[in-house]
């Protein structure tokens, strides 16, 4: 695994770990003292990462983690960049759409395949950045927490359009409602969790399915993703019409053709992700 150089204890390199391996990019929350509460810098590093891991025909898939106790403890506005004026109203909106909401968009239209390995707490838009991820590993002790009603706010970072689309709006709203702690078991029995795996299984877990994703026809994946992500939104004949054009542009992919190759040979599948 070869990671990025670190400048300083206090860069955006060094509280934002990358590292690539076997076609996976890995993005590492390093703030352990903070909970990693993403602040501003890590928030545009995170960004900056996913987008690149898009354009890179290397990079085949994502894992996105944390190091410490906790997988992100929610936004710490520290350090953003000052206007320099009085606040006023558009202000906030403003800083929601390219803040937690351009966080979020990005792990959405990633088009390589993002997987969350939760490692401990996961609170407000820590939560919601762990279900904007394709697939979701947490560990037994993770936890996930609503925390926005305790301070008297409306949910950011997409939270009010992804968790109904997960579990439902009832189930969605008794989690912001209330705000409770909700542990990686329920998690993943309300259907926001794919799996939950002791603590020291975490990464070995991660790393197989990443690198399983990895070896797999990433243009599909990505056009797959595009669809599922698209399917709540949209009509059956948009969502139909989207459909038949994906399977056309996969077709001309040198994947495909290998797929079909393969089983007609009776062999595995040489995927090279084009």
Not at 58 to 66: D, E, N
Not at 79 to 100: C, K, Q, Y
Not at 189 to 201: D, I, Q, S, T
Not at 236 to 243: D, G, V
Request: aromatic content about 6%; proline content about 5%.
């Amino acid at each position: 695994m070869t990671s990025s150089p670190e400048e300083s204890t206090n860069s955006p390199e060094s509280l934002v770990l990358h590292a690539t391996d076997n076609g996976v990019s890995w993005i590492t929350l390093n703030r352990p003292d903070a909970m990693n509460a993403v602040t501003w810098d890590q928030r545009e590093r995170v960004i900056a990462l996913l987008a690149d891991a898009s354009a890179d025909p290397a990079v085949r898939a994502v894992v996105l983690t944390a190091t410490g106790k906790g997988f992100c403890a929610g936004a710490d506005l520290r350090g953003a960049p000052s206007t320099g004026r009085e606040r006023v109203t558009g202000d906030i909106a403003r800083t929601i759409r390219l803040g937690a909401q351009r966080l979020i968009g990005a792990v959405l239209d990633c088009e390589k395949p993002v997987l969350a390995a939760v490692n401990g707490t996961a609170a407000g838009i820590g939560a919601h950045l762990a279900f904007a991820c394709d697939l979701v590993l947490a560990a037994e002790s993770a936890t996930f927490i609503e925390v926005f009603v305790r301070r008297g706010l409306v949910p950011d970072g997409g939270g009010a359009y992804l968790l109904p689309r997960l579990v439902g709006p009832q189930r969605a709203k008794e989690l912001m409602f209330f705000g409770d702690a909700l542990p990686a078991p329920d998690a993943q029995r309300m259907g926001l969790v794919n799996r939950v795996v002791p603590a020291g299984e975490l990464e070995k877990t991660a790393r197989a399915w990443a690198e399983r994703l990895a070896q797999g026809p990433t243009r599909a994946l990505a056009l797959t993703k595009q669809l599922v992500n698209a399917s709540l939104d949209t009509d059956r004949a948009t969502a139909f019409a989207a459909e038949a054009m994906a399977v056309e542009t996969t077709m001309t992919t040198r994947d495909a053709n290998e797929g079909v190759a393969s089983f007609v040979e009776r062999r595995t599948p040489d995927y090279r992700g084009f």
